[in-house]
């Protein structure tokens, strides 16, 4: 499986952007899903994570109420609605998939699929 973001950019505090995560390769709707985030100099950090079917999701806490994770299984594509942004939330956002059940992914943090990194960052 292959995975390639998009959607990044440079926004102002308050404001919203979309991720995109465009996967090729083997069924996607097979597959959990998740986005991650990392600052230099720290580790990568967990965003949020959805089910195949997309019926379940998952959020850090960090994000919970400002950030929206979906899928579209007939264009193999996942997103993270990102709203009231801060400048905290500046990172490279990474884009993941595991063959895993969501809560097994939640619990061992293990990712099979890894997307290059988009760059997200917020301005105040």
């Known amino acids: 499986v292959q995975l390639t973001e998009s959607g990044g950019g440079l926004v102002q505090a308050g404001g919203s952007l979309r991720l995109s995560c465009a996967a090729s390769?083997?069924?996607?709707?097979?597959?959990?899903m998740g986005w991650f985030r990392q600052v230099p100099g720290k580790e990568r950090e967990f965003v949020a994570a959805?089910?195949?079917?997309?019926?379940?999701?998952y959020y850090a806490d960090s994000v919970k109420g400002r950030f929206t994770i979906s899928r579209d299984n007939s264009k193999n594509t996942e997103y993270l609605q990102m709203s009231s942004l801060k400048s905290e939330d500046t990172a490279v956002y990474y884009c993941?998939?595991?063959?895993?059940?969501?809560?097994?992914?939640?619990?061992?943090?293990?990712?099979?699929?890894w997307g290059q990194g988009t760059q997200v960052t917020v301005s105040s």
């Open positions: 993941a998939g595991t063959s895993r059940t969501l809560m097994v992914a939640i619990t061992t943090q293990t990712w099979d699929y």
């Open positions: 390769g083997r069924t996607f709707r097979a597959y959990v």
């Open positions: 959805i089910s195949g079917s997309g019926g379940m999701t």
